[in-house]
């Protein structure tokens, strides 16, 4: 079974603030996709990262795919009230029928 | 916006008795899941299904059944719901470009 873990479980910041969340695995994946999901809705896709070493920007948040595609990271810049949420990070090991696995998410709280 | 719709959205329901969570999706895609989000657990795979008829298990599918008779509704189904059943269910669709897009959820209180 394919595990990914992400830290840290949770992150309260003040507005303003860097912070950045891990997401590691010992397996390789295909790619690597971040969610975002606020309270009472269903995960939205932020991003999907494809190659190792792959970096992609998103306005404020940073996403980077490691090299040997185990590991990915995601970089808030200058957190704001409105990015908090549970951060969720899925990979897909490249199987027929597509399934993910997921980490158990990072509640991010930036405070005003 | 997938067009993915789930009902019900919250449900109250007694030990023992059966429940069917409906995922219905307006766009034809082809493969559909049944995930739970636990706290402490995040999101896990129940069933997924890769055509009409075609479904297979999970991570964690015991005490649950699904069925596909056509392509736009994916049922799960708890056969005689636990306590340990109570949780918030997802049913996900996945596009042409390989992206997951997830429903609204439904949250279930099994007493």
């Known amino acids: 079974t394919q595990l990914l873990e992400q830290s840290p479980q949770f992150l309260s910041i003040q507005e303003g603030e860097n912070l950045t969340v891990y997401c590691n695995s010992s397996?390789?994946?295909?790619?690597l996709q971040w969610y975002r999901q606020e309270p009472g809705e269903g995960p939205v896709l932020l991003v999907t990262v494809v190659t190792g070493g792959e970096v992609k920007k998103l306005k404020r948040l940073t996403f980077q795919f490691g090299d040997a595609r185990k590991d990915s990271s995601l970089h808030i810049t200058a957190a704001q009230p409105g990015d908090t949420g549970l951060y969720l990070c899925?990979?897909?090991?490249?199987?027929?029928?597509?399934?993910?696995?997921f980490g158990k998410g990072t509640l991010l709280t930036v405070n005003p | 916006d997938a067009g993915i719709t789930q009902s019900p959205r919250h449900k109250v329901t007694e030990t023992g008795t059966p429940v069917t969570l409906r995922c219905h999706q307006t766009e034809n895609h082809r493969y559909m899941y049944w995930y739970r989000q636990d706290p402490g657990h995040g999101l896990r795979l129940i069933h997924y299904?890769?055509?009409?008829?075609?479904?297979d298990k999970g991570e964690v599918s015991d005490g649950y059944s699904v069925s596909r008779s056509k392509t736009e509704d994916f049922l799960l189904t708890l056969e005689s719901a636990t306590s340990s059943q109570t949780s918030v269910y997802f049913c996900?669709?996945?596009?042409?470009?390989?992206?997951?897009?997830f429903g609204p959820g439904t949250r279930l209180l099994v007493l």
């Open positions: 996900a669709i996945r596009d042409r470009q390989e992206t997951q897009y």
């Open positions: 899925a990979g897909d090991s490249g199987g027929s029928n597509y399934k993910l696995t």
């Open positions: 397996s390789v994946f295909s790619s």
């Open positions: 299904s890769y055509g009409v008829k075609d479904t």
